[in-house]
C-alpha cells in the first residue's frame, strides 16, 4: 500500500486496556487508581442471571469496596434507562461506574458517566462532540467480542417512544479502561457469539474501504478481520474454546480501535432504523446486510475488497482484480451460512413499503458520507430490497 502524502489524519485512544485470562481480579486495583469510592455496577438482566456480575463484584467485595447494581437494562437500551441508572447513581452517592455485557451495558454505562457530570437530558449530547464535562470514571467489562463500545467514543441509545435510535459521540464518552477478560465470554450461547462476532467483522471491514481510513486505522481493520476470520467458525461451534474466545475479544477490541477514528459505512447506517422500527438485534442485522453492502461498494475500492477475499483465505492469484473484489462478498456470504445466520429482513417483517423510510432514515447517518461509494436513498433501498426474501 502507498500513502497519499496529502492526507492528513489523526489517531486518539484515551481508553486504557488491560487484556488476559483472569484479569478481572485487577477490578478492584483500578478502582482504586480512579479513587472511586462507590461503584455503580450496570450490566442488563441476562449477565446477572448467568453468574457474571457476581464474578465480577467479588474482587470489590473482598477489597472492601461499596458497590450497587443497577440492570434496568433491555437490549438496544432506552434512554429511560440512563435516567434511572443515573439517579440510583446520584442517589447511592456512586462515583465510579463498571459497565459490565455487551453493548447495551456498555453503552447504558458510558451514558449514565456523562449524566453524573453533566446536566440536562442524555438527548441534549446526541451527536458529536457536545459532551461539555469529563464524565465519571467508566470501567468497561465486555463479555461479548462484537460492539467495541469498551473504547469507542459512542453511546448507541433507543427512544422507544418515538422509534428511532439515537448516538452520542464524544472522546470525553471513552472509558477509563477497558478491561478485557476472555473467561467472562465463555458463556456467550452460539447465536450471540455469531451475531456479536459479526458486528466485529463489519466494523473491521467498513472501517478499512471507507473514505476516511488511515494507515492506522487500515493496520488494525487488517488485523481484526485475520483474527475473525481464523476464529469465529470455533468460538461459535465450541465456546468452551479459551483460544478463540480471547482471539475474538481481542478481535473485537481491534475493529473498535480502528472505526473510531473513520466511522463507517452504509451497513451501520441502514443497521439503525432497521434496529430501532423492527427489533433485529444490531450484530444480526449488520450479518445480513454486510455481504450485499459489500457487493455495492465493490467498486469503490476493488483492490481492497481483494485484499480481504485473500485474508479470508480466498484463491485470487490467477483471476481479474475485479474477480478478486468478487470472492470477497462470497467469503462473508460464506461464513455467515456455516455460522447459522440466514434469516432476512422479510423474517422481521420488513416489507417494500417500509423501505422508503428504512431508506431516508439512514441517509441522515454519518456513516453514509464516508462510505466508499457515494449513495442515493434509491441505492439503499435496492439493498434492502435484495435482502427481503422470498
Request: aromatic fraction near 4%; proline fraction near 5%; glycine fraction near 10%.
Amino acid at each position: 500500500m502507498i500513502m497519499d502524502l496529502r492526507k492528513r489524519f489523526r489517531y486518539e485512544i484515551p481508553t486504557a486496556i488491560e487484556f488476559g485470562c483472569g484479569s478481572i481480579q485487577t477490578l478492584a486495583d483500578h478502582v482504586k487508581a480512579l479513587c472511586g469510592s462507590r461503584v455503580l455496577v450496570v450490566a442488563d438482566p441476562g449477565v446477572v442471571k448467568a453468574g457474571v456480575v457476581e464474578r465480577v463484584t467479588e474482587p470489590l467485595r473482598s477489597a472492601g469496596i461499596p458497590y450497587d447494581i443497577f440492570s434496568d437494562i433491555e437490549s438496544d437500551p432506552d434512554i429511560a434507562s440512563v435516567e434511572k441508572g443515573t439517579g440510583q447513581a446520584r442517589d447511592g452517592g456512586c462515583d465510579l461506574i463498571v459497565g459490565v455485557g455487551g453493548g447495551s451495558s456498555l453503552d447504558t454505562a458510558k451514558a449514565i458517566g456523562i449524566m453524573l457530570t453533566n446536566g440536562g437530558h442524555i438527548r441534549d449530547y446526541v451527536g458529536l462532540g457536545k459532551v461539555k464535562n469529563r464524565p465519571a470514571p467508566v470501567i468497561a467489562v465486555p463479555t461479548t467480542a462484537g460492539t467495541g463500545s469498551e473504547l469507542t467514543i459512542w453511546s448507541v441509545l433507543s427512544d422507544k417512544e418515538r422509534k428511532v435510535k439515537l448516538s452520542v459521540g464524544s472522546v470525553y464518552n471513552c472509558p477509563a479502561l477497558a478491561l478485557l477478560d476472555p473467561e467472562l465470554t465463555v458463556p456467550l450461547p452460539p447465536h450471540v457469539t455469531a451475531f456479536t462476532g459479526m458486528d466485529a467483522l463489519t466494523h473491521a471491514i467498513e472501517s478499512y474501504v471507507n473514505l476516511n481510513t488511515q494507515p492506522i486505522s487500515e493496520g488494525m481493520s487488517v488485523q481484526a478481520m485475520k483474527l475473525i476470520a481464523a476464529n469465529l467458525r470455533t468460538a461459535v461451534a465450541n465456546g468452551n474454546n479459551l483460544e478463540a474466545r480471547a482471539n475474538m475479544l481481542l478481535a473485537s477490541t481491534i475493529a473498535a480501535m480502528a472505526f473510531n477514528a473513520t466511522r463507517l459505512g452504509l451497513a451501520h447506517a441502514l443497521a439503525l432504523p432497521l434496529g430501532a422500527h423492527f427489533g433485529i438485534p444490531h450484530g444480526l442485522v449488520n450479518a445480513m446486510l454486510l455481504p450485499e453492502v459489500m457487493r455495492y461498494n465493490l467498486i469503490g475500492n476493488l483492490q481492497k475488497f481483494a485484499e480481504i477475499a485473500a485474508i479470508f483465505g480466498e484463491r485470487t492469484e490467477h483471476l481479474s482484480l475485479r474477480e478478486a473484489a468478487e470472492r470477497s462478498v462470497e467469503a462473508v456470504r460464506r461464513l455467515n451460512r456455516d455460522i447459522g445466520i440466514t434469516q432476512t429482513l422479510g423474517d422481521f417483517g420488513v416489507r417494500e413499503e417500509h423501505l422508503d423510510m428504512i431508506a431516508n432514515e439512514a441517509m441522515e447517518s454519518g456513516n453514509v458520507p464516508v462510505n466508499p461509494v457515494r449513495a442515493t436513498a434509491k441505492d439503499l433501498i435496492g439493498i434492502c430490497r435484495r435482502l427481503l426474501g422470498d
